[in-house]
């Protein structure tokens, strides 16, 4: 029997071959697998352990079983207890990381360092990026673009991802304004999220979907395929709205998320 998969969706090509992945590496790589076997020693276990890199540039980690979502979310991913588990993943795995922040190296992450340095962001933390036991978040995978920098960025992008915090046009998107308000004041209040984090929280927001466009530029602009790819099909496009509905249905989100009962 063949136990061989080629795993879909991301930038990468992904195998599978029995309890492995593997994975090209980049020039970020050996911090990130750093990263993963400090946040295993600090027992935080969701995350894929690295074996090895191979002589051809090839790292190889362990395949996580479960239910990875893409978009348009799955009835599990979009589920409350996805929603809630994932909010308490994230928290511990930033909890996991605050050493490895401050004395791990400032380059090459993928993504640039930003300060403070409080915890190593996941950099794409979404249900296209965590593993599902039904509708519960075991695993966390795709840490390319982790990189030191504030709590509240990479709360940010998982807020957008998990409320979703996006506009009706977005067909990957679901919920009403009021639906995504309560679903983002739920993931603040799973993760811990204090009352100025709270108020940062949607223009990170959309400060983070700017970034995330202008990075998808540069890569594109730079030669990388994959996020050419991403602007031709318009990706871009539906973040930059996402952003400007965020900033007009202000005073409805905060309504939710700014709530002290």
Not at 40 to 47: D, E, L, Q
Not at 76 to 97: K, N, Q
Not at 121 to 135: E, Q, S
């Amino acid at each position: 029997m063949d136990d061989r998969e080629v795993m879909s969706g991301g930038v990468n090509s992904v195998i599978r071959e029995g309890t492995r992945v593997i994975r090209p590496t980049g020039p970020w790589s050996p911090l990130v697998h750093g990263l993963l076997r400090h946040v295993r020693a600090r027992g935080f276990t969701a995350a894929p352990a690295v074996h090895e890199v191979t002589d051809d540039g090839f790292e190889v980690l362990d395949f996580i079983p479960g239910e990875v979502s893409d978009y348009p979310a799955t009835p599990a991913a979009a589920s409350r207890t996805a929603l809630e588990s994932a909010a308490r993943m994230l928290r511990a795995f930033h909890d996991s990381t605050a050493g490895y922040a401050r004395t791990g190296e400032a380059e090459p992450w993928m993504l640039p360092a930003r300060n403070p340095a409080e915890v190593i962001c996941h950099g794409d933390y979404g249900p296209h990026n965590c593993v599902l036991d039904g509708d519960r978040v075991i695993g966390v995978i795709d840490f390319d673009a982790a990189h030191p920098g504030p709590r509240i960025w990479d709360i940010a992008l998982a807020v957008y991802r998990w409320a979703p915090l996006t506009a009706p046009a977005n067909a990957d998107g679901f919920g009403t304004t009021e639906e995504q308000a309560l679903r983002a004041r739920l993931f603040c209040d799973r993760y811990g999220l204090h009352p100025a984090g709270r108020a940062e929280l949607l223009d990170t927001v959309v400060e983070r979907l700017h970034a995330m466009v202008a990075f998808m530029r540069a890569r594109a602009a730079a030669g990388d395929a994959a996020f050419a790819s991403h602007l031709a099909d318009g990706h871009h496009v539906q973040y930059l709205a996402d952003a400007e509905y965020v900033k007009d249905r202000r005073a409805e989100f905060e309504g939710f998320i700014l709530d002290d009962r």
